[in-house]
């Protein structure tokens, strides 16, 4: 029977299948952080577990860790018994562990791949919605809860109930200066923050296949944000080279046995629950204007009017969301003005993310009130950064140059948004409150992050007078 | 786990539809290292404001909430199930739920219920209407009922079964060693490792 890459991989991993059960399966990589785990260590040391498959799972820190001041002992009491938490637990149980000032250490869902540990047809998780990054290499891979994280911990399995499965393709060619986080967030626009909802996403199609690897896990990245289960990819060339010599990519003979295997986990002519199909061609630049990743519209675009929802719900939300954001229906959305910017995240916290901002500041400066925080994904990257000299352009422009982590993307951290404040910001979610308490939060690919920079509103390269606009990334 | 069969209180009605698990329990309450003592947290910004539904004083002791479709979507913190029990629920009904809320709900013995969105309004009428009119959840019979309103509801038969039972999944999972062992040794070697061999 004809199966997509998701079933694939889910029949490649399972432990047993009875009837009336959910399938148990096997998780090949699990990636832990300092949230969502301390309670799952706990729940084994109650029961006198231990980790089952130590070789199989990895710990960094991201969520808590300040970004300045980083050999400074962490200010808040409480974030501080966390990372120290997680630190005697990855001691105690024998898990490796990057901690705050290691060279790996980053955003659990930068590491992962830039270490070689996520590859194609495997499963992974972590306690993160954000996990479906992964998929990027046509791995399955998915969030999962605390409960869930004790439950891999201790056995190297998850119990899980069938998906559905939905294929996004995106025909024709993304326009210059259209860039991958504008084409997820009008895919999200357009089936809905819950639209996802038990599904797998396969993207596919031309414009995706000439995606780089980072602009691919862009993509995947905000599949949640869809309601989706995982978002997924497949292996290509493209794939291939980003692994190759990778620290944990497999060498030598394996290496071509692995990737005859990858080879073997595109879709087959397999039909799936859902499609839906864009046209990449007539897609610009993309914003968001609510307090949900679904409520976005083109930057040429104004502020829609509530009533012109036709669904109650829909109409609801924009209401609560204009309230809450201080916009007024109709208003431009480039005359939004902001008084922060935030360029990093597992979303568009990776090399070209910053490459691309640095290309559009260069030689430019932040605005006049605004503040800039460029947070690199992971220390490699903010190295990489450093020997291109991104980090000089980035400070003579004005903008803070910061250390490693999730930084201003949630505010667990000190890098938050005081009330009433504005973000242009690079990461993946605007819900209330998400970046510091009363915040406004825009979703916005780097590009826009750093012409809003540099305009003071809301922009795209475009708007730049001798911008050269080169083609999407 | 505590087992679920049935459970009859009162609402919280919530007239809002995408319920993220960032309003739930917001990042700040997230450095807990415990699975108790969220219950401040529950909606807190929401809280702030003394007309939100949930500081009314006749909602005070209501365990059951009904909220808009999409609850529960975003982070997958399971502190947000957290949250709901420690302040007291036992049931959350909704048109539609977010996959990793559910997941984490049911690991939890928090019943998530699915029910059309014209039943959760008529549910909403109802109890806005009168704050002590009480909801019957009842999962042995996967039905809904109130003054005027009867609604069965799905729920999958391995789930169901679980909840009742109260099970734990890793003492479920861990009968079958013996898969897993045997899973383990087929693997492919290529597979990476995080550490040296
Ligand atoms: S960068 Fe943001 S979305 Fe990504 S793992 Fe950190 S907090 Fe979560």
Redesign the pocket.
């Not at chain 1, 990093?344 to 979303?347: L, V």
């Given at each position: 029977m004809a199966r997509t890459m998701a079933e694939k991989i889910w029949d490649d991993h399972v432990v047993r299948r009875a009837e009336g059960e959910p399938d148990l399966l096997f998780i090949d990589l699990h990636l832990l952080?300092e949230v969502t785990c301390p309670q799952a260590f706990d729940g084994l040391r109650k029961a006198g577990r231990r980790v089952r498959r130590t070789d199989l799972t990895i710990a960094t820190e991201?969520?808590n860790t300040p970004t300045i001041d980083i050999d400074k002992p962490i200010a808040d009491p409480v974030s501080r018994i966390q990372l120290e938490t997680l630190r005697k637990n990855c001691a105690e149980f024998g898990v490796r562990l990057h901690p705050l000032g290691d060279i790996e250490q980053g955003?659990?869902?930068v590491i992962g791949p830039q270490l070689g540990l996520t590859q194609p047809g495997m499963t992974v998780v972590c306690g993160?919605?954000?996990t479906s990054t992964h998929g990027a290499f046509g791995a399955l891979a998915f969030g999962i809860g605390t409960s869930q994280v004790e439950h891999v911990l201790a056995t190297q399995t998850l119990p899980m109930s069938p998906f559905r499965t939905m294929a996004v393709t995106v025909e024709g060619e993304l326009p210059p200066g259209v860039t991958a986080k504008d084409l997820i967030l009008a895919v999200i626009a357009r089936i809905g923050t819950g639209g996802g909802q038990g599904h797998v996403i396969e993207y596919r199609g031309p414009a995706i296949e000439k995606l780089s690897m980072e602009a691919r896990m862009t993509v995947c990245?905000m599949s949640i944000e869809a309601g989706a289960r995982a978002g997924m990819i497949a292996p290509d060339e493209t794939t291939f080279a980003y692994l190759k010599d990778r620290p944990h990519a497999p060498k030598g003979a394996d290496w071509d046995a692995a990737v005859a295997e990858w080879r073997t986990l595109r879709s087959d002519d397999a039909t799936f629950d859902r499609e839906v199909v864009i046209d990449a061609s007539t897609l610009s630049p993309f914003v968001t204007w609510g307090t949900n990743p679904g409520q976005g519209a083109p930057l040429s675009g104004s502020v829609p009017d509530p009533a012109a929802f036709a669904d109650p719900a829909d109409r609801m939300a924009a209401e609560k969301a204009l309230e809450y954001m201080g916009l007024t229906a109709g208003q431009p959305l480039r005359e939004i003005a902001v008084d922060t910017v935030f360029l990093?995240?597992?979303?568009n916290?990776r090399i070209e993310d910053l490459r691309a901002a640095a290309a559009v500041l260069r030689g430019r400066s932040v605005a006049d009130g605004v503040r800039m925080l460029v947070v690199p994904?992971s220390v490699r990257v903010a190295l990489q950064a450093v020997e291109e000299g991104l980090d000089k352009v980035f400070t003579a422009a004005g903008a803070e140059w910061r250390h490693a982590g999730?930084?201003m993307?949630?505010g667990?951290n000190p890098d938050q948004l005081a009330p009433g404040e504005r973000a242009a910001s690079t990461?993946?979610?605007n819900f209330e409150g998400r970046q510091g308490k009363g915040g406004r939060t825009h979703l916005v690919s780097p590009q826009v992050a750093a012409t809003t920079a540099v305009l003071g509103h809301l922009a795209s390269p475009a708007d730049l007078s001798e911008f050269p606009v080169t083609a999407g990334a | 786990m505590e087992a679920f069969t049935t459970h009859t209180g009162r609402v919280v009605p919530l007239r809002r539809s995408n319920v993220d698990t960032d309003q739930i329990i917001p990042a700040h309450w997230l450095k807990k290292v415990t699975r108790d003592g969220f219950e401040d947290g529950l909606f807190d910004a929401w809280r702030k404001d003394p007309e939100f539904v949930l500081n009314e004083p006749a909602r005070q002791g209501a365990t059951v909430l009904v909220a808009g479709a999409d609850f529960g979507t975003g982070?997958s913190r399971e502190h947000a199930v957290w949250a709901l029990q420690n302040y007291g629920f036992k049931a959350v009904i909704s048109p539609r739920f977010a996959d990793i809320f559910r997941g984490n709900s049911l690991k939890n013995g928090l019943l998530t219920v699915m029910l059309p969105q014209e039943t959760v309004e008529r549910l909403w009428e109802l109890t806005e209407a009168d704050p002590t009119a009480e909801v019957t959840v009842d999962l042995v019979d996967r039905q809904v009922r109130a003054e005027g309103i009867t609604a069965d509801f799905d729920i999958d038969d391995n789930a169901r079964w679980r909840l009742l039972e109260g099970l734990d999944d890793i003492s479920l999972t861990l009968e079958h060693e013996t898969d897993i062992a045997e899973y383990e040794a087929r693997r492919p070697p290529y597979r990476p490792r995080t550490l040296p061999r």
């Open positions: 952080h991201d969520h955003v659990v869902h993160d919605s954000h990245n990093g995240s597992c979303t916290g994904g999730c930084s993307c949630l667990m990461s993946n979610r | 982070s």
